[in-house]
Structures are given as structure tokens and as C-alpha cells.
């Protein structure tokens, strides 16, 4: 199972859905897990029955809710200690230390680290890598409305001293008006739907499945995406 880490104070509920339902739409049995502080995917990811820890299934897509680390889900799924869970890949969403420690992130397969340039973002951001131990290799996913080189090198700067190896591959999405308000929409009526998301919004997406799959070809992911598109 590759575990995947998704560290910032950003919003990321909305992105690693739409990754993941390419992901699965790719033949990959996917589990998302929220532990941030808020727990945004209890209030946008409908549940039958919610209690203080869950996993519910939304569109062929596991989310995990309330758990403080694996072995904690492994015990509520009923999954011994040294068994692996039956999933092709875990993705881990955090913004805080706690949960960067207690998921073992800086032994993920790939972790990303996800901001817009926005005070808070960019120094709660920073207050989260404070907190790895040994040095880990980390890949930018940058929401930005102009993507400016000086907001890039800004990031770096703050950066210094850190134990963090930043990949030269960096991701954006543009923060559009347009994109929100279709999100939104789709929260709403509990659907994860393409339609009329930008095409740069689109992109980013493609290109972050593309990473996390490694052996799958830009292309095909792309022709996925125009796929699920057509039906809704």
C-alpha cells in the first residue's frame, strides 16, 4: 500500500477527493484519511452513521474520520497489527505536527506539501514542517492566483533550515472564483463531478494522479478525466 502525506494548513478536502476518484476510476481501492484539527471531510463527506471515529464509503472512495493513527484504524476495520490494510493507496491529510508524527509521514512514499500564500497558510505551514525529525523530500502544491516566481521564492526563504528536500517538479492550481463556486456546488449535492471545473484546475489534478501513480501516462489519466466528465 503506498501511503501518501498531504501537510499544510490549506484546505485539502476538496483536492485529495477529486485525486482520489481518479485514482479509483484507475482500478485503485483508495482511503482517505482526514486527521487535521477541524475534520473538514465529517461535514462534507456524507456518512450513514457518524460517530466519533468512522470509514465511509463516497462514490468508491473509503474516508476515514476520527482516527489518531493506522493501527487505530486497523482495529476499528478488525485488521491484525501485522497485516496490511486492502487498499492500494492511503492518502493522509494533516495540519499539524501530531498527525505528521503519528501517521509516520516522513516514511510516506511521497508527501506533499499543500498552501496558498496567505499568512496563515504559509506560517502554520511552516510551524507543521518545524516538527520533521530527519530530512524528507517534499513536492509543493501551490494554490495561487497569479503564480508568481517571487511567492515561490518567498516559500523557499521561509523554508531555510528546515529538513525538508524540496522535488524541483512543483504543482499549481490557480485560486479562481469560478472553480470555488463549482466545488461548492458539488458539496452540496454530494457528487465529485469535473464539469465545469477550469481546465488549469483539471490539469493540476492530472498531473498530481500522474505523480502519486508513477506507471500511468498523462494521457490516459487525462482521457479519465474527459470520460467521468460526459457523465456528470
Known amino acids: 500500500m503506498k501511503k501518501i ?5 490549506y484546505d485539502k478536502t476538496d483536492l485529495m477527493l477529486y485525486t482520489a476518484k481518479i485514482l479509483t476510476l484507475l482500478n485503485q481501492k483508495v482511503l482517505i484519511m ?13 456518512a450513514i452513521n457518524p460517530t466519533m471515529k468512522y470509514v465511509t464509503d463516497f462514490e468508491e472512495i473509503d474516508v476515514a474520520v476520527g482516527f489518531s493513527s493506522t493501527e487505530d484504524i486497523k482495529q476499528y476495520l478488525g485488521i491484525g497489527e501485522r497485516q496490511e490494510m486492502e487498499y492500494d493507496i492511503m492518502l493522509i491529510d494533516t495540519d499539524n505536527v501530531q498527525g505528521l508524527k503519528n501517521f509516520q509521514l516522513e516514511q510516506a512514499d511521497k508527501n506533499y506539501f499543500v498552501t496558498s ?12 514542517l518545524n516538527g520533521v525529525q530527519n530530512i524528507v523530500n517534499l513536492t509543493k502544491v501551490l494554490f495561487s492566483k497569479d503564480m508568481l516566481k517571487e511567492e515561490d521564492d518567498y516559500l523557499n526563504f521561509l ?3 528546515y529538513k525538508i528536500l524540496w522535488n524541483d517538479y512543483r504543482i499549481y492550481f ?4 469560478g472553480d470555488l463556486s463549482v466545488l461548492y456546488e458539488n458539496q452540496r449535492v454530494a457528487k465529485i463531478r469535473f464539469k465545469k471545473l477550469s481546465v488549469s484546475y483539471k490539469d493540476g489534478l492530472a498531473y498530481l494522479a500522474e505523480e502519486i501513480l508513477e506507471n500511468v501516462s498523462e494521457a490516459n489519466i487525462r482521457k479519465t478525466i474527459k470520460t ?5
Open 34 to 46: 482526514d486527521a487535521t484539527t477541524n475534520q473538514k471531510a465529517r461535514y462534507i463527506v456524507p
Open 5 to 9: 502525506g498531504f501537510i499544510g494548513a
Open 159 to 161: 523554508s531555510l533550515g
Open 174 to 177: 490557480p485560486i479562481e472564483n
Open 117 to 128: 500564500f496567505d499568512n496563515y497558510s504559509l506560517k502554520k505551514g511552516m510551524e507543521i
Open 228 to 232: 467521468v466528465e460526459k457523465i456528470g
